[in-house]
Every structure is written in structure tokens, then in C-alpha cells.
């Protein structure tokens, strides 16, 4: 049995995170980016995680086996005028970037993962926390807790602006 160690990350872990991020984008889209594109993120993330890690509005968790990083999960917690049927608290977060570099799948890392994001999300009166889930990951976040959104009388939209 592999040694999972769950931290989160600080701000020392900044060119980390940035591979992180990186790593999670290639594996997802599958091509590299054009350079001025991959500069443009690097730029906005250099300033993103500074300030978003001393504000506790983004949590970055970092699992390492046996002292190497095997994986991460990000998550955003936004505060909006609370509703008394969905947010009482006003918070909710979402999960986004959860990585397992492929060799260290199934030993329960992203388990491990989403179960401290879940932890640090109670701890910040977070109303709900939600995701999009691939194939790969979806059994995993069931496992947990994470239910499919029945949307009621709703329909979700979006607005590109970019």
C-alpha cells in the first residue's frame, strides 16, 4: 500500500500549481497551446494563486505518494446574497482542475483528494459544492457523496463573452 499524503497548498507551491494546471489542461484537451496563449496563462496565474490562496477563496489540495505529487484538485468558493432553498449560507464552491497522473490511478488518491476539498468546504460553511465530471472521474465523486443536479424548473445557460 502507497503512502497518500493530502496537503494543501501554500503559496511556496506557486510553479507547482502552474504545471498542475497545466498538466490538468493537456490531459483534458490533448495539444499544447500556442505560445503567446500559454504565456497569457502563466501571467494570470502567477497572479491568481498569490492572491486567491491568502484569501481562502481557492483551495488547492496537492497529493503525494510516497513523497512524489501523484495528483491535485482545485476549488473556488464564491460568496453571493444567500437563498433560503439552495445557499442559506451564501457560500458554494465548485471543484475544478482533479488530477491523477496516470500512474497513480486507482489507489484512491482522488478519493483522498475530494474528501479533504469536501472537509475544508464544511469547515467554510459552504452551502453546496459542484463539478462537472468526466466518465473517469464521475464514479469516484459518487462515491463521495456528488449527485447528479435535477434542475427543477431551471434550465442552466451561458454567456460567452471571450
Known amino acids: 500500500m502507497q503512502n497518500i499524503n493530502i496537503r494543501k497548498a501554500a503559496e511556496s507551491d506557486i ?11 493537456t490531459d483534458n484537451y490533448g495539444e499544447p497551446f500556442a505560445s ?25 489540495a496537492l497529493g503525494d505518494i510516497d513523497g512524489k505529487v501523484a495528483g491535485t484538485a482545485f476549488m473556488v468558493i464564491t460568496e453571493k446574497p444567500a437563498n433560503p432553498q439552495s445557499f442559506s449560507t451564501g457560500k458554494t464552491a465548485l471543484i475544478l482542475n482533479v488530477l491523477t497522473y496516470p500512474e497513480y490511478r486507482r489507489q484512491g488518491l482522488a478519493t483522498k483528494l475530494m474528501e479533504f476539498l469536501i472537509n475544508e468546504a464544511k469547515k467554510a460553511n459552504v452551502s453546496y459544492i459542484e463539478l462537472t465530471a468526466t ?11 456528488f449527485t447528479e443536479r435535477s434542475h427543477g424548473n431551471f434550465t442552466e445557460m451561458k454567456l460567452n463573452l471571450i
Open 15 to 25: 510553479e507547482l500549481l502552474i504545471k498542475l494546471r497545466f498538466d490538468y489542461l
Open 36 to 60: 503567446d496563449v500559454e504565456n497569457a496563462l502563466i501571467e494570470q496565474l502567477r497572479e491568481y494563486y498569490p492572491k486567491h490562496l491568502k484569501t481562502d477563496d481557492f483551495i488547492a
Open 135 to 145: 466518465s473517469m472521474g464521475k464514479p469516484v465523486y459518487e462515491k463521495v457523496g
